[in-house]
């Protein structure tokens, strides 16, 4: 089993940039494929990224794609999102997933998940 932590949610203006971590303990993280999730108030959990376990593959939604960029360290069992040009719709609670078997495009390919960082983007 793999322990997800999740840092780097904050509030943020429009047109900004943030960076999110997902800090994995446990299994060896370079078991897992993993992915970023994101979920608004009253709305389902949407994937955001997904990325191959040695890293050399990355997936995203269409609605982030040319903002956000899926990346991982697995000398140092971090995940990482780096956002840029913020959009209020952006705003939601952002989880770090994992799974050993799939690479985590939707929440039912995830097996593990880190407790979500709020972020808020301001008009």
């Known amino acids: 089993q793999v322990q997800l932590v999740e840092s780097g949610g904050e509030l943020v203006q429009a047109g900004g940039a943030l960076r999110l971590s997902c800090a994995a303990s446990?299994?060896?993280?370079?078991?897992?494929?993993m992915g970023w999730f994101r979920q608004a108030p009253e709305k389902e959990r949407e994937f955001v990224a997904a990325i191959t376990r040695n890293g050399n593959k990355t997936y995203y939604a269409d609605s982030v794609k040319g903002r956000f960029t899926i990346s991982r360290d697995n000398a140092k069992n971090m995940l990482y999102l780096q956002m840029i040009s913020l959009k209020p719709e952006d705003t939601a609670v952002y989880s770090c997933a994992a799974s050993q078997i799939y690479l985590p495009q939707t929440p039912k390919m995830a097996q593990y998940w880190g407790q979500g960082t709020q972020v808020t983007v301001s008009s």
């Open positions: 446990g299994r060896p993280f370079s078991n897992y494929a």
